[in-house]
């Protein structure tokens, strides 16, 4: 099969870098710490350009860096157009955008439109203003149901577990109205009916971009608008909820996924196109497949994310179907493809992958079990992650990387709860254990304070384990992971090509295919030896066997 989208590189100009870009997630509070207080923060972003430059990496993407109180790690919002002190000033921002400029390494930021943080100054103003008041206009209030108005409007669940309603105490001292939170009590939900919601999110937009921000990753993009039209429906009564081909395909939901929400990406596209280059955007949106295309328009937000590759198993089939059935959704929607195996909200592949079978694919079971690494096949995990990773950078499209999976960085998984900071494990005892294990500080070095992350505590514990994965135990050290990722990323700068591939073979032990340059990757899903295309084999996930791949490696072959 051959998927096209029509784009030649020579299409491939300044406005279409993200078209096939490599997209570097920084968690900020966990990538390094310049001033020793245990988070990381903007400096050290700065003081470690040229590491990402190593990488050969185009684009970094910023998790928030805003002020926050971190009841959901910074995407509870406090101020949107400000740096975090604990991160430090926007003088250090700008510092920072010019030092990744100069290294040719493109800027994103996350915007988390859906809610701000309960300290925000317009929610701090609608608690102190009365029932039906411009301050409460801007976030979604409700009476409570009952007597007395003490049962929440509605029986609805928070993401994050427990209810979505809260309720607030009046200025005058008594039990007043609820507000809904699909997220944490902390992280209210704007109403996006509010013109004044909409204006200061463009003014937002423009902030960034007048500072040289390159592009926008959106939080939860799906979530935005709302059907709030009384009675509200019982959770039983809602419909189900599902991503991929198990979401929901008629926009039928009162809050995910709403046909509404696209009129607001449309306003801040024409934002965005008041820049040269346009400014990028990316939509996290848990969508049906089939709805994606929407988000990704190129009169709405340009791309989305889909998080098919990093919910599937390693498994030929799964990578296959996914892979061509979403080449072309790009092409029949305008965008380029995205592709992400791991970020901060989910079990490190290199970890999801060394899961005994049958344990639950996303980790979650072993994570309630305990999460201990005795549990994991580190080293086959690390394998198929090295594996799948390189097919990725060799697919069309966009692939998007989170920090310390250059490292091969495992999940940490056992976490004292004392230690945790996810509201996921804090409002869903037993349930779920949260998304702290991939938040863990980077080891830069196998020696010195929190492994050179920076002199202070880190703000999550590290383990001893770590030492093994540090930046200057893999340095210049030839089949280490970190050099495994710079030179595939180099390479794959050198290669890229038209936004297409053909499979040469595709069952269930084997993924061949060719970019039109003649850029081959082959995978073995197998457990044989796989003869190898004749060529020149350019890079491998792992050592070939006598010229042949083994099982769980991926070579390039030119
Ligand atoms: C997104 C973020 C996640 C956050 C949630 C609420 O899914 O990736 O980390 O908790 O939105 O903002």
Same mark, same amino acid.
């Given at each position: 099969?051959?998927?096209?989208?029509?784009? +030649?590189?020579?299409d491939?100009?300044?406005?279409?870098?993200w078209?096939?870009?490599?997209?570097?997630?920084?968690?900020?509070?966990?990538?390094?710490?310049?001033n020793?207080?245990?988070?990381?923060?903007i400096?050290?972003?700065?003081s470690?350009?040229p590491y990402l430059?190593?990488?050969?990496?185009?684009? *970094?993407?910023?998790?928030?860096?805003?002020?926050?109180?971190?009841?959901d790690?910074?995407?509870?919002?406090?101020?949107?157009?400000?740096?975090d002190?604990?991160?430090g000033?926007?003088?250090?921002f700008?510092?920072?955008a $010019?030092?990744?400029?100069? @290294?040719?390494?493109k800027?994103?930021?996350?915007?988390?439109?859906n809610?701000?943080?309960?300290r925000h100054?317009w929610?701090?103003?609608?608690l102190? +203003? %009365?029932?039906?008041?411009?301050?409460?206009?801007?976030?979604? =209030?409700?009476?409570?149901?009952?007597?007395?108005g003490d049962?929440?409007p +509605?029986d609805w669940?928070?993401?994050?577990g427990?209810?979505?309603?809260? /309720?607030?105490?009046e200025?005058?001292?008594?039990?007043?109205?609820w507000?809904?939170?699909?997220f944490?009590k902390?992280?209210?939900?704007f109403n996006?009916?509010?013109?004044?919601?909409?204006?200061? =999110?463009?003014? $937002?937009?423009?902030?960034?971009s007048?500072?040289g921000?390159?592009?926008?990753?959106?939080?939860?993009?799906?979530a935005?608008?709302?059907?709030?039209?009384?009675?509200?429906?019982?959770?039983?009564?809602?419909?189900?909820?599902g991503?991929g081909?198990?979401?929901?395909?008629?926009?039928?939901?009162?809050?995910?996924?709403?046909?509404?929400?696209?009129e607001?990406?449309?306003?801040? /596209?024409? *934002?965005f196109?008041?820049?040269?280059?346009?400014?990028? @955007?990316v939509?996290?949106?848990?969508?049906?497949?089939?709805?994606?295309?929407?988000?990704?328009?190129?009169?709405?937000?340009?791309?989305?994310f889909?998080?098919?590759?990093?919910?599937a198993d =390693?498994?030929?089939?799964?990578?296959?179907?996914?892979?061509?059935?979403?080449?072309?959704?790009a092409?029949?929607?305008?965008?380029?493809? $995205?592709?992400?195996?791991?970020?901060?909200?989910?079990i490190?592949?290199?970890?999801?992958?060394?899961?005994?079978?049958?344990?639950?694919r996303?980790?979650?079971?072993?994570?309630?079990?305990g999460?201990?690494?005795?549990?994991?096949d580190?080293?086959?995990g690390?394998?198929r @992650?090295?594996a799948a +990773?390189?097919?990725m950078?060799?697919? %069309?499209g966009?692939?998007?990387?989170?920090?310390?999976?250059?490292l091969?960085?495992?999940?940490?998984?056992?976490i004292?709860d004392s230690?945790?900071?996810?509201?996921?494990?804090?409002?869903? %005892?037993?349930i779920? *254990?949260g998304?702290?294990?991939c938040?863990?500080?980077?080891?830069?070095?196998?020696?010195?304070?929190?492994?050179?992350?920076?002199?202070?505590?880190?703000h999550?514990?590290?383990?001893?384990?770590f030492?093994?994965?540090?930046?200057?135990?893999q340095?210049?050290?030839p089949?280490? $992971?970190?050099?495994?990722?710079?030179?595939?990323?180099?390479? /794959?700068?050198?290669?890229?090509?038209?936004?297409?591939?053909t499979w040469?073979r595709a069952?269930?032990a084997?993924?061949?295919f060719?970019? %039109?340059?003649?850029?081959?990757?082959?995978?073995?899903?197998?457990?044989g030896l796989?003869?190898?295309p004749v060529g020149?084999?350019?890079?491998?996930?792992g050592?070939?066997?006598?010229?042949k791949?083994?099982a769980?490696?991926?070579?390039?072959i030119?």
């Amino acid at each position: 099969m051959n998927s096209s989208n029509d784009v +030649s590189l020579d299409d491939c100009n300044e406005a279409n870098w993200w078209r096939q870009a490599a997209v570097y997630q920084i968690y900020p509070r966990s990538f390094a710490d310049a001033n020793g207080d245990g988070l990381g923060d903007i400096k050290g972003i700065t003081s470690r350009v040229p590491y990402l430059k190593s990488l050969s990496i185009d684009a *970094v993407w910023l998790s928030p860096f805003y002020p926050s109180s971190l009841a959901d790690g910074g995407y509870d919002v406090d101020d949107y157009r400000n740096v975090d002190p604990k991160l430090g000033t926007l003088a250090d921002f700008d510092e920072m955008a $010019t030092a990744l400029h100069a @290294a040719g390494i493109k800027l994103v930021v996350d915007i988390v439109p859906n809610h701000s943080s309960d300290r925000h100054e317009w929610f701090k103003e609608a608690l102190a +203003s %009365p029932k039906g008041s411009a301050a409460r206009e801007r976030y979604i =209030f409700r009476d409570g149901l009952g007597e007395n108005g003490d049962l929440p409007p +509605s029986d609805w669940d928070s993401k994050f577990g427990g209810p979505a309603w809260e /309720r607030i105490t009046e200025p005058d001292g008594t039990p007043g109205q609820w507000y809904l939170h699909i997220f944490a009590k902390e992280q209210p939900d704007f109403n996006w009916d509010n013109p004044e919601v909409r204006d200061d =999110f463009l003014k $937002t937009l423009r902030f960034w971009s007048d500072r040289g921000v390159d592009g926008f990753r959106i939080d939860v993009a799906h979530a935005l608008m709302k059907d709030l039209s009384e009675p509200l429906p019982s959770k039983t009564e809602l419909p189900v909820e599902g991503t991929g081909v198990d979401g929901l395909v008629d926009g039928s939901h009162p809050f995910w996924d709403r046909d509404e929400v696209h009129e607001i990406y449309a306003d801040w /596209r024409k *934002v965005f196109n008041e820049y040269t280059p346009p400014r990028a @955007a990316v939509a996290e949106a848990w969508v049906h497949a089939d709805r994606r295309a929407r988000y990704a328009s190129p009169q709405g937000l340009g791309q989305a994310f889909n998080f098919d590759l990093l919910q599937a198993d =390693f498994d030929a089939a799964q990578f296959r179907t996914i892979i061509t059935k979403n080449l072309a959704e790009a092409a029949a929607s305008g965008a380029s493809s $995205t592709w992400v195996f791991s970020n901060h909200d989910v079990i490190r592949h290199a970890t999801r992958y060394g899961l005994p079978a049958g344990g639950g694919r996303h980790g979650q079971e072993w994570l309630l079990d305990g999460g201990s690494p005795a549990a994991v096949d580190a080293e086959l995990g690390l394998r198929r @992650a090295r594996a799948a +990773s390189l097919l990725m950078f060799a697919l %069309p499209g966009s692939a998007y990387l989170y920090q310390g999976e250059e490292l091969g960085l495992q999940e940490v998984g056992d976490i004292v709860d004392s230690e945790r900071q996810d509201p996921a494990f804090f409002r869903n %005892p037993g349930i779920e *254990v949260g998304r702290d294990g991939c938040r863990v500080p980077l080891p830069w070095t196998a020696e010195g304070s929190a492994f050179g992350f920076g002199a202070g505590r880190a703000h999550l514990p590290q383990p001893e384990w770590f030492a093994g994965y540090a930046v200057d135990a893999q340095n210049n050290v030839p089949g280490s $992971t970190l050099e495994l990722y710079r030179e595939a990323l180099l390479y /794959r700068r050198h290669l890229l090509t038209e936004e297409q591939l053909t499979w040469v073979r595709a069952d269930d032990a084997v993924l061949h295919f060719v970019r %039109p340059n003649g850029w081959q990757s082959v995978t073995n899903f197998g457990s044989g030896l796989v003869e190898l295309p004749v060529g020149i084999v350019l890079i491998s996930s792992g050592p070939l066997d006598g010229g042949k791949l083994p099982a769980n490696t991926t070579a390039w072959i030119v």
